[in-house]
């Protein structure tokens, strides 16, 4: 019976090997870009050494100085806001929005674009609570870093799936 039951998850595997299939995030991208330096406006050092580790990570080599770069990879305007969503019956906020936007691109050290100048907008409710304030803004700031590791996720999806 042991037999039996091992045939079919085997034959699975063999399928999913040969079909090109890749766990949800790892996958290296192409030695074409070169050496990359990532350009991000302001003091945003978060977002800087996010995406660092996570291009790092697969196989990008990064230099610290645009001179010595093949590309660049441009992050412009992030920014986060919040607006209101929901409102209890004494007019109270019960509910807000988080919004991260960005734009990226990803170019040549001739200007010519490798990915062209994209935006991304990311979305996270959160509840507020009045009386617990410390916990509302601990919340708030559990989804900054949230949006930061989820648009880095998506830049580097993007780059790979326009760099192939």
């Given at each position: 019976m042991s037999?039996?039951?091992?045939?079919?998850?085997?034959?699975?595997?063999?399928?999913?090997?040969?079909?090109?299939f890749h766990v949800r995030?790892?996958?290296?991208?192409?030695d074409t870009v070169g050496a990359v330096f990532i350009e991000v406006p302001g003091y945003d050092y978060d977002l800087r050494h996010?995406?660092?580790?996570?291009?790092?990570s697969r196989g990008v080599r990064l230099v610290e100085d645009a001179?010595?770069?093949?590309?660049v990879l441009r992050i412009s305007d992030p920014a986060f806001t919040t607006r209101v969503?929901?409102?209890?019956?004494?007019?109270?906020?019960?509910?807000?929005?988080?919004?991260?936007?960005l734009g990226f691109e990803l170019s040549r050290r001739d200007g010519s674009f490798?990915?062209?100048?994209?935006?991304?907008?990311?979305l996270r409710d959160i509840s507020?609570?009045?009386?617990?304030?410390?916990?509302?803004?601990?919340e708030a700031n559990a989804g900054r870093v949230e949006l930061l590791d989820q648009s880095v996720r998506e830049i580097v999806r993007r780059l790979a799936a326009r760099l192939r």
């Amino acid at each position: 019976m042991s037999t039996f039951l091992r045939l079919p998850a085997f034959a699975a595997l063999l399928f999913l090997v040969g079909c090109g299939f890749h766990v949800r995030g790892h996958y290296q991208l192409p030695d074409t870009v070169g050496a990359v330096f990532i350009e991000v406006p302001g003091y945003d050092y978060d977002l800087r050494h996010r995406l660092h580790r996570a291009l790092s990570s697969r196989g990008v080599r990064l230099v610290e100085d645009a001179t010595e770069a093949d590309s660049v990879l441009r992050i412009s305007d992030p920014a986060f806001t919040t607006r209101v969503l929901s409102v209890g019956t004494d007019a109270r906020v019960l509910e807000h929005e988080l919004r991260y936007t960005l734009g990226f691109e990803l170019s040549r050290r001739d200007g010519s674009f490798l990915v062209a100048p994209q935006n991304l907008e990311l979305l996270r409710d959160i509840s507020y609570d009045e009386s617990n304030v410390l916990g509302s803004q601990s919340e708030a700031n559990a989804g900054r870093v949230e949006l930061l590791d989820q648009s880095v996720r998506e830049i580097v999806r993007r780059l790979a799936a326009r760099l192939r």
